[in-house]
């Protein structure tokens, strides 16, 4: 098959290719595209909605914590007289109040209007010691009820405290308590969001108030830029790279007057953990998907176009025969309508010859000198006439729908009966005529005369391309399907390969002029065609010629 | 002996002219016509033996002539010329009772061989119905 065409093939496959494969893939990506879309937006607003509740509750509960322990002080102060309020009734009020608050308090003391520390409970020593240079104290003076940030104070350990102050003037006391830290700090902590989730509290200033899981301890600052610290209404919520370069989602808002900011933060890997996962099985399928429909349209469009290559083949072998036969029955109308317009002058020729011998042999004429020359003359004239008969009744025999007689025909006697008219002339050439028969040939129902003359033709050319010393063999047997197969071999001369493709088109003749019509080869074409059968022929030139019939058993009927 | 009566039909006048000369030549007694209208005309007027029909021939052609002349004279023996092409109007004139058909152009002696077998059977044929009338006569005659 030419270059040309087996690259316009490829294009075609690529084409196809191209056009399902796209085709297919496009509304897979689409919809695959779609609703991981669609699903993504659903789990980030769950994600957002549920940090953003997590977040009001905690600072909900965590205002509620140091509202009661505020209010729990306020009754007490309220209750107890300030000159009852000694070491040993503090004990008491510590007590039910740790009691009664899960012992969120370090230590407890009383402290006058001027700053000194008049009674305590607790750890650490800070009897007697003054205040009033301390800012919490200053602070609870001017506004009665005081809950301060983290500080390190006499004790030097990081702490807030709860202060309320009771009575005016010399009267004037203020009890104070100190949150334990470290159980602020858990009750802050302590947030129930997964692997990664963490929540803390800084000051306006940047300082921790709780431990952060990924940052700093108490009291330290926070990185600078690393927090927006300018106050706003309601929670906020936003993603960001921390300092260890993860990805972390936040939420935030405002407690304590505008100066606690609670931040509750996690992982962006862990909150969209499960739409990850799902990208990934949703990529896998989709990648899956893909290479399903790239396989299947690679296949099909293979299938498909390896059946368009096979019909066109088939077609152009058709086309080949049908361009053949038009041919031949062109040829043959247009030689038929010649042949019969030339065989009335022919016979006139014919007859004004034969009327001059008729003359030649009257007495008047017997003393002719030219007699020799004249007999000569007309007998060549008679002669090249008969040549031409010769060549309008083939010319015409190719062309006419004979009438066929068909019946059984045993094609190896056949074979027998041409072989015995032919046999003599070969011997004197010294050609042996070798017949190679199928010992249990079936009959076919065909026209014996037809292949009796096909056969002829056959063998005659066969003597010719051998001329003297060689051999002709004919072979019998069973062909493809129901047919019968004939092969004539011979050792002659061979065919020329460019002329290979001719042998069996009208008038192509090797023969030198005068020899052959050129007729002998079409005419048995026809024939064979004409009774349903295939003639082929292989050649090589110095080894000789086969030629290859073959014939069905049965000829279709209406043939 | 006498000799036998021909009428040659073919349009190509020059093949009627020659070929009635060379049958001449042959001792046979022979009429050429051109065209089937005359033929029959001929075969209406006088009596022949054998003739020589061309199958195409424009106006009538050889089988309509033929068919017309074996209903003037059924005993007249009719040998149809052919260009090969029109073999099967010869055939068609066999069926319709010509004696045989040679095909153009053809061989004197062939042709020769076809008229004597066609005038021995129309002889023969002849014979018979002289012998047959001669019974008849005689079974008729009063005893």
Known sequence: ?559 | MLEPRILIVDDEERFVTTLSKRLTERKLDVVGVYSGKDAIEEVTNKLYDVVILDVKMPGLDGVETLREIKKINPGIEVIMLTGHASVDSAVEGMRLGAYEYLMKPCEIDELMEKINGAYELKKDRDERIRQAEIRRMVDQRPA
């Open chain 1, 1 to 559: 098959m030419p270059t040309k065409q087996r690259g316009s093939y490829r294009g075609l496959r690529q084409y196809i290719v191209t056009i399902l494969f796209v085709a297919a893939a496009i509304p897979f990506a689409v919809i695959g595209g779609s609703i991981y879309h669609q699903y993504r937006t659903s789990i980030r607003k769950n994600v957002t909605l549920q940090l953003t509740s997590m977040v009001t509750h905690h600072k909900e509960s965590i205002e509620r914590f140091l509202t009661e322990i505020t209010a729990a002080l306020m009754v007490t102060t309220d209750l107890v007289p300030c000159d009852k309020m000694e070491t040993g009734a503090l004990q008491n009020v510590f007590n039910s109040l740790q009691k009664e608050y899960g012992h969120a308090f370090e230590d407890m003391g009383v402290i006058d209007s001027k700053g000194d520390h008049l009674a305590y409970v607790g750890p650490y020593d800070l009897l007697g010691k003054n205040y009033s240079q301390a800012a919490w104290f200053k602070q609870v003076l001017e506004k009665n009820v005081f809950i301060s940030d983290v500080f390190l104070g006499f004790r030097q350990v990081p702490h807030f405290i709860v202060a309320v102050k009771q009575g005016e003037g010399k009267c004037g006391w203020i009890l104070r308590a100190t949150v334990d830290a470290a159980r602020f700090g858990s009750l802050v902590e302590n947030v129930r969001l997964g692997r990664t989730g963490d929540a803390f509290i800084v000051t306006r200033e940047g300082y921790y108030q709780t431990r952060a899981r990924v940052g700093g301890g108490v009291m330290e600052k926070i990185e600078p830029g690393s927090i927006n610290l300018s106050p706003f209404e309601g929670v906020k919520f936003w993603e960001v790279e921390d300092s260890k370069g993860h990805k972390v989602l936040r939420a935030k808002t405002w407690m304590k007057d505008n100066n606690w900011l609670l931040i509750v933060q996690q992982d962006v890997d862990e909150a969209f953990s499960e739409l990850f996962a799902t990208k990934n099985i949703a990529m896998v399928v989709f990648l899956l998907g893909v290479f399903l429909v790239a396989v299947v349209t690679f296949l099909t469009t293979r299938l498909l176009v390896r059946k368009i290559e096979r019909a066109d083949e088939e077609k152009k072998v058709l086309d080949e025969q049908l361009i053949q036969s038009a041919k031949l029955a062109s040829i043959g109308e247009i030689s038929a309508g010649i042949a019969h317009e030339i065989n009335n002058p022919l016979a006139i020729m014919g007859e004004e010859a034969g009327w001059m011998q008729d003359l030649l042999k009257r007495d008047s004429l017997k003393d002719m000198t030219e007699m020799a020359d004249f007999k000569d003359s007309l007998q060549e004239i008679a002669k090249q006439a008969g040549r031409c008969k010769e060549i309008t009744h083939k010319l015409l025999s190719f062309a006419r729908k004979m009438e066929s007689v068909i019946k059984d025909v045993n094609v190896n006697e056949l074979i027998d009966d041409v072989v015995d008219m032919v046999e003599s002339e070969a011997a004197l050439a010294n050609i042996e005529i070798i017949r190679l028969y199928h010992e249990h040939l079936p009959l076919i129902y065909s026209d014996p005369s037809q292949l009796r003359q096909v056969l002829l033709n056959l063998i005659n050319n066969a003597l010719d391309a051998i001329k003297r010393g060689g051999e002709v063999k004919i072979e019998t047997g069973i062909g493809e399907g129901d047919s019968i197969a004939m092969k004539v071999s011979d050792t002659g001369a061979g065919i020329a390969r460019e002329n290979l493709s001719k042998v069996f088109d009208p008038f192509f003749t090797t023969k030198p002029a005068g020899k052959g019509t050129g007729l002998g080869l079409s005419i048995c074409h026809g024939i064979i065609e004409k009774l349903g059968g295939d003639i082929s022929v292989t050649s090589e030139v110095g080894k000789g010629t086969t030629f290859t019939i073959s014939l069905p058993l049965e000829q279709k009927r209406g043939e």
